[in-house]
């Protein structure tokens, strides 16, 4: 009883501390900034054009990483008892729904970059 107790008491700590950290970090970042001439500065091209080479890297390789290992997990599952078939169904499905979020992921980044050309 007194452990659940605790680890209710733990979760609520955690939760008030993430809130508390996303209010400070949405208050911090919504201090207007004024400065001339920094669109072109090297930093913030060169930014851009990283964050856009990654993601465009991060689309091309997050399937084929995908396939890869959906394949490993489907030779293991073949090879595999009951027992075990079910974890390696639930790894490819792991799998496939990563593969999904890196690349909506990369090109909502795509998109957001694009924006600022």
Do not use: H, Q
Not at 9 to 35: C, N
Not at 90 to 101: D, L
Request: net charge positive; proline share 2%.
């Amino acid at each position: 009883m007194m452990r659940k107790m605790i680890k209710k008491g733990k979760a609520k700590v955690k939760a008030v501390g993430v809130a508390v950290l996303t209010a400070f970090l949405m208050f911090w970042y919504s201090i207007p900034v004024y400065a001339s001439g920094i669109k072109s500065s090297k930093i913030v091209t060169g930014t851009e054009k990283l964050i856009g080479d990654v993601t465009t890297w991060l689309m091309v390789l997050a399937p084929v990483v995908a396939g890869l290992l959906i394949i490993y997990f489907c030779i293991r599952r073949s090879a595999a008892d009951e027992m075990d078939v079910k974890k390696w169904n639930n790894r490819i499905v792991v799998a496939v729904v990563s593969c999904i979020g890196a690349v909506l992921g990369s090109a909502t980044l795509n998109i957001i970059i694009g924006y600022y050309k």
